[in-house]
């Protein structure tokens, strides 16, 4: 078994199961085993590779195949819509205690990147008009307290030490300083140490009861192998984490345990370190890294490349429609679905009709506009629908009957159809050549 | 010593061995599923898809050959094709003094605890050391390794924070000169091999060393975290194209990390473990046995 070619295997394994309708249990399988290599290659645990992979399978079996992709990009694409949202769906605040100051604890393996962080996050929380404090609480290593206070300098940030203090009273007196200095965050570097190590993990636990930390986050090294999930148990099991900082991940790493630990933890992955200079902490987007453990780059390119030509077409074919004056009820609610998907209806909604415009002042939209109109619209048959014109007063009467609104409504409604049909013809020309930049739809 | 590596690998073994004899317990006859199950434990101990690849492919060419029937022997074999793998020459004594080691590594893996490992293994030996302290970009990595050459008892040559590395280790080998010291130890920053600019910076300590000393008297030993996954190969590749790495010391591994991309690294560039670090003491230090090794990690005993 060498997997020097994978990702021309995978493509192989793409092509073959292109142009079916379901996906079936060995469209999947077939597709996953790629995947379960990919990430093992990613340094993605094991056990956890098994248990997801195995999660995916009975969620992707079954699902219609999107028209433009073939079932393993199908899967992939399941694959990586999985692997982001286990990664986590939103961006991941430090969190603030509701007493001033927020104590935020930093533990981790010797050598993953403690005190960088410890400065850097004092940083970043500096930049957003906070006023942290640093406490050196690592007197093991060499150096370690002074390296913090070189970086607090640099930082004009207060560093907390003690001398001759053990690590516990170094913290338990820094929330006092910190008090005394009117700062409002305090965070506390600790030394490395061992998940192993009984002694040192008990210190731990002790700085924790002594300052009681609004965050203990976890620093872990990009670059970790399969160990990862004994050490993000073993640190969560004692001291229940609050979240996690990924640090080197401007290395060539795929970064697989970042997912391993998210899956033990279930913390929120909160920051990323991408470079030694100290302003080189950043947010953590799920999306990416789900993208660069899976490693797929090419395929996930060529997928989002099929989807976009599929949108694209049928902006085309609406472009079309209403050059051509075709443009029908069924359109527009079409694009209506589409757009609440996307975010843009705000955007869009002027050209809507039956929007009351009184709600789109301050891009305030009411879900009830929608409502109404999709049910005025769904109240009409299909042929109403296609051909507004022969809506009559009878016909009138019997939508507004049916979709439970006034004739005044209606009414509204079919104007307004009107009119948006002749403004978006009128922009459709003025978009000529630069469809679809200037159109309204996307 | 020796029971303090046997110590700490005692653990890592445990469920090792643990897996290892499921694994064998369920087959009674040579299956495939026994051969996917050694897979993963070679697989959960970072050794990588390629390497256990191979190891798999060549332990089955064992099994047909010999015509095994007991799955217990498979566990001799694997052993064995692990010792071989491992078993690749390490640098030679040079006969004259002073040696200098250079010794590079990504950020965090163990550089300066192992550097002031050497420095008491070295001086235990009777031999005069210098440290020289070119890690001139970390904050108070200067004082990192001066704090241990006072520990130690043994010099360190250092300049101020941000000067030029190449200029310190200049300094460093005319001092060891001047002073007919034995074995020269050079700290480096820690960096990552895919910084291009940090990379050139290193190769120019490098010619600095080579043009100072002659190769034969110059020892390149990267130091690799036993808990680094696949990256270590990209590690170990990049450092080895630039420094001409001589050999590995693998660091930390007394967690419970079982440091098994060393396999790789062993299989696919062909570069041997010399040391391997136990411990953040000073005597947290051993030379690397390949048999040992394996065995600490496979056997029960
Ligand atoms: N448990 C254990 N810890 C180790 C070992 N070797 C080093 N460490 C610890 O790992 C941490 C980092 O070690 P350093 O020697 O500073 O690493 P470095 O590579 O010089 O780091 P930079 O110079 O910052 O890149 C320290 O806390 C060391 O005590 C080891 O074999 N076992
Ligand atoms: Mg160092």
């Known amino acids: 078994m060498i997997f020097s070619n994978l990702a021309g295997r995978l493509q192989e394994t793409l092509r073959k199961l292109r142009g079916k309708g379901k996906l079936t249990e060995i469209d999947v399988d077939e597709a996953l085993r790629e995947v379960k290599l990919a990430l093992l290659e990613a340094d993605v645990n094991f056990r956890v590779v098994r248990s997801f992979i195995n999660r995916v399978r009975e969620r992707a079996i079954g699902k219609e195949v999107t028209s433009s992709l073939t079932p393993g990009q199908m899967v992939v694409k399941i694959v990586h819509q999985e692997l982001t949202a286990l990664m986590g769906a939103k961006e991941e605040k430090i969190r603030v205690a509701p ?48 390296q913090l206070q070189i970086l607090g300098e640099k930082l004009e940030l207060p560093v907390y030490f003690s001398e001759g203090k053990d690590p516990v009273a170094i913290a338990r007196e820094a929330v006092a300083a910190v008090k005394k200095q009117n700062c409002d965050y305090l965070l506390v570097d600790t030394a490395g140490r061992l998940h192993v190590n009984e002694e040192l993990m008990e210190e731990l636990r002790a700085i924790k009861e002594a300052v009681r930390p609004e965050e203990i986050l976890l620093v872990v090294d990009a670059m970790t192998g399969q160990d990862a999930v004994n050490v993000a148990r073993s640190f969560h099991e004692k001291l229940a984490l609050t979240g996690l900082v990924l640090t080197k991940l401007e290395s060539d790493t795929r970064g697989g345990a970042a997912l391993s630990i998210r899956e033990v933890t279930g913390c929120p992955i909160k920051l990323v370190g991408t470079g030694e200079k100290l302003e080189d902490l950043e947010v953590f987007y799920p999306d990416r890294l789900a993208s660069r453990i899976l490693g797929m780059g090419d395929v996930l390119t060529l997928i989002e490349k099929a989807e976009a030509a599929v949108e694209k077409d049928q902006a085309r074919d609406l472009f079309h429609k209403i050059q051509d004056d075709r443009l029908t009820l069924e359109d527009f609610l079409e694009q209506m679905r589409q757009l609440r998907k996307s975010g843009l209806l705000q955007q869009a909604l002027s050209f809507l009709p039956g929007v009351n415009p009184k709600h789109l002042r301050g891009m305030q939209v009411s879900e009830e506009d929608f409502k109404h109109l999709e049910a005025i619209i769904q109240s009409m048959t299909p042929e109403e629908r296609r051909n507004p014109s022969i809506i009559n007063a009878s016909r009138r009467k019997r939508i507004a009957r049916g979709s439970g609104r006034s004739i005044q409504e209606v009414n509204r409604l079919l104007n307004q159809f009107e009119q948006s049909k002749k403004l978006m013809k009128q922009l459709a020309r003025m978009g000529k050549g630069g469809f679809p930049m200037k159109f309204p739809f996307p | 010593m020796l029971a303090k590596l046997k110590n700490s690998l005692a653990r890592t073994r445990q469920r090792l061995v643990h897996q290892l004899e499921e694994a064998l317990s369920l087959h009674s006859r040579i299956s495939p599923e026994l051969y996917d199950e050694l897979e993963e434990i070679l697989i959960t101990t970072d050794v990588g898809l390629e390497t256990s690849g191979r190891v798999l492919e060549e332990l089955k060419a064992r099994v047909k050959e010999s015509r095994e029937e007991r799955p217990e022997m498979v566990r001799e074999f694997l052993k064995e094709i692990l010792v071989d793998l491992l078993s690749l020459p390490v640098p030679p004594a040079i006969d004259r003094p002073p040696l200098a080691i250079l010794v590079v590594g990504v950020n965090g893996v163990g550089k300066t605890t192992s550097i002031a490992k050497l420095a008491a293994y070295y001086k235990a030996k009777g031999c005069s050391c210098l440290l020289v302290a070119a890690d001139t970009f970390r904050a108070a990595a200067g004082e990192q390794l001066a704090a ?20 310190v280790v200049f300094d460093g080998l005319a001092a060891a000169n001047a002073r007919r010291i034995d074995v020269v130890i050079i700290d480096t920053a820690g960096r990552l091999h895919t910084k291009a600019n940090l990379m050139a910076e290193l190769e120019k300590v490098y010619r600095v060393c080579t043009r100072n000393l002659g190769d034969r008297n110059l020892l390149t030993l990267l130091v690799l975290d036993a808990g680094t996954g696949q990256n270590g190969l990209n590690q170990a590749r990049v450092f080895q194209e630039t420094v001409g790495v001589d050999g590995i010391i693998l660091a930390k591994l007394d967690g419970t990390a079982r440091g098994g991309i060393v396999l790789a690294v062993a299989d696919q560039l062909r570069l041997p473990v010399v040391w391997v670090g136990t411990g953040e003491q000073p005597d947290d230090l051993r030379l690397f046995d390949a048999r040992e090794f394996v065995t600490a990690l496979f056997d029960e005993t």
């Not at chain 1, 050598?111 to 970043?124: I, M, N, V």
């Not at chain 2, 050459?149 to 190449?166: C, K, T």
């Open chain 2, 148 to 167: 241990w050459g006072e520990r130690l008892g043994v010099e360190i040559v250092r300049s101020r924070e941000g000067s030029d590395p190449g200029a």
């Open chain 1, 99 to 146: 007493q001033p100051p927020t104590v935020v604890l930093l533990v981790g393996l010797q050598g993953s990147g403690k005190t960088t962080t410890t400065a850097k996050l004092g940083r970043y929380l500096k930049m957003q008009g906070r006023r942290p404090m640093l406490a050196a609480a690592d007197i093991y290593r060499p150096a370690a307290v002074r």
